[in-house]
């Protein structure tokens, strides 16, 4: 017969070091990874809680600003069309938006979970005219039920007038007990 003080003891272990899960611990490359001195995501409990992702590869420190900069497939999902007049107009906003969508899923799936485990958006924009071309993008990662959402339009962005969005994600992964394995 199992001891379950043992067995409670084990579990509280377990979560308590599931539950104080950083960001910093899971470091690949395409995850959300911090420009300054705080988290870009922390595990409480069974939540995910991402900071606000923008559109900057942290190991380079190289802001989104177009199609150029993310992959090829991605730009073809997106609709580039190769005319510079309209590429310059949406490539950016477009980019960024799969970019950091992209950024938040890695991070995401890095902590355990998926895409349909985000239940929370909370989008700036220092343009609301931008919202249309992101929803755009957001439905090609969010195929099923939609997070509620919350958007909002501010002045400025760090760390350069360069970026057009700033996304928060927040999920629900549950916490994995070693003992049920």
Do not use: C
């Not at 067995?7 to 070091?17: M, P, R, V």
């Not at 995501?41 to 150029?68: C, N, Q």
């Amino acid at each position: 017969m199992p001891n379950d003080s043992l067995t409670s003891q084990a579990s509280t272990q377990a979560s308590t070091q599931a539950s104080t899960q950083v960001g910093a611990q899971v470091s690949a490359p395409s995850t959300a990874q911090p420009l300054a001195r705080y988290a870009a995501w922390r595990r409480a409990g069974d939540f995910i809680y991402l900071s606000g992702v923008i559109a900057v590869e942290p190991t380079t420190f190289t802001i989104v600003k177009g199609y150029r900069d993310i992959p090829t497939d991605a730009r073809a999902l997106l609709g580039e069309t190769g005319e510079f007049s309209t590429d310059i107009k949406e490539g950016p906003i477009l980019a960024q938006s799969w970019f950091v969508l992209d950024r938040i899923r890695a991070t995401v799936q890095a902590a355990g979970g998926q895409m349909s485990d985000v239940f929370k958006l909370v989008q700036y924009f220092k343009n609301l005219d931008h919202f249309p071309q992101y929803s755009r993008v957001r439905k090609m990662f969010f195929t099923g039920e939609l997070p509620v959402s919350t958007v909002v339009e501010v002045s400025a962005m760090l760390p350069t007038a360069d970026i057009l969005i700033e996304v928060e994600a927040t999920a629900y992964v549950p916490v994995k007990s070693p003992l049920k394995a």
